[in-house]
């Protein structure tokens, strides 16, 4: 079965500290990795997919197929990345994400 | 650009009983997904509609249905409520290909506030 492990629930930096969030998923064929994140009081929303191969708002991720891993990673964290941020799988584009239980991201100043 | 909107916000229902969630896709686009969100747990796929029609479905059992309706608006309904049936329910509509060879064309997905149920 797919599974997403996001091993931490809560992560907490300071600001300008660098951040890395971990996701691992279980291998089935040619796997879709997303990052969504959820600030406070809004819906969640996307962050990024690897196949874009972008950085959004400083943040990025690589997919590691040997390790079965898609961290995603900031070198200089801010107080506004404080959010839940989620690890989704698909085994093809938008179909059937798979999701992560979540860490909750703080960045203290 | 109107966002997607799910209604009812809060809604609190007696076991047994069934329940109707309603989703209005952001305009433009053609799938909307269903996903059940328990406290805690990150959201777990129920069910995926394309063109009107049931185009996956996570692992649910049949009291779980929906429909998708021409105007790509959909609705999820739920029979004979169960405790463990209290959650967050997120919609999240998309702009869909329909085929895994032009996924990359997809969008991605954009999803509602939710519908939070309490079932007592």
């Known amino acids: 079965a797919q599974r997403v492990t996001q091993p931490e629930k809560l992560l907490s930096v300071f600001k300008g500290a660098p951040v890395e969030l971990k996701c691992n998923y279980s291998?089935?064929?040619?796997?879709?990795l997303f990052w969504y994140v959820q600030y406070s009081r809004q819906r969640l929303q996307l962050l990024l997919r690897?196949?874009s191969r972008e950085s959004i708002k400083g943040f990025t991720a690589d997919l590691n197929k040997g390790e079965t891993s898609f961290h995603l990673k900031k070198p200089f964290a801010q107080e506004e990345d404080s959010a839940m941020y989620y690890c989704?799988?698909?085994?093809?584009?938008?179909?059937?994400?798979?999701f992560g239980k979540g860490t909750l991201l703080t960045v203290n100043p | 650009e109107t966002g997607v909107t799910q209604s009812p916000t809060h809604l609190i229902k007696t076991r047994g009983q069934q329940v109707t969630l309603r989703c209005s896709s952001q305009?433009?686009?053609?799938?909307v997904s269903w996903y059940q969100q328990a406290l805690g747990q990150g959201p777990q796929f129920i069910f995926q509609?394309?063109?009107?029609?049931?185009?996956g479905r996570g692992n649910f059992p049949p009291r779980f249905s929906g429909l998708q309706f021409p105007n790509y608006s959909s609705e999820l309904n739920v029979n004979a409520l169960e405790l463990d049936d209290s959650a967050l329910y997120l919609c999240?509509?998309?702009?869909?290909?329909?085929?895994?060879?032009?996924?990359?064309?997809?969008?991605?997905?954009?999803f509602g506030n939710g519908t939070r149920l309490t079932v007592t």
């Open positions: 509609y394309y063109r009107e029609e049931e185009n």
């Open positions: 305009s433009g686009h053609n799938t």
């Open positions: 989704a799988y698909s085994g093809g584009s938008n179909y059937k994400l798979t």
């Open positions: 690897h196949i």
């Open positions: 291998y089935s064929g040619s796997p879709e």
């Open positions: 999240a509509s998309s702009r869909n290909t329909g085929t895994s060879f032009f996924g990359w064309l997809d969008s991605p997905l954009h």
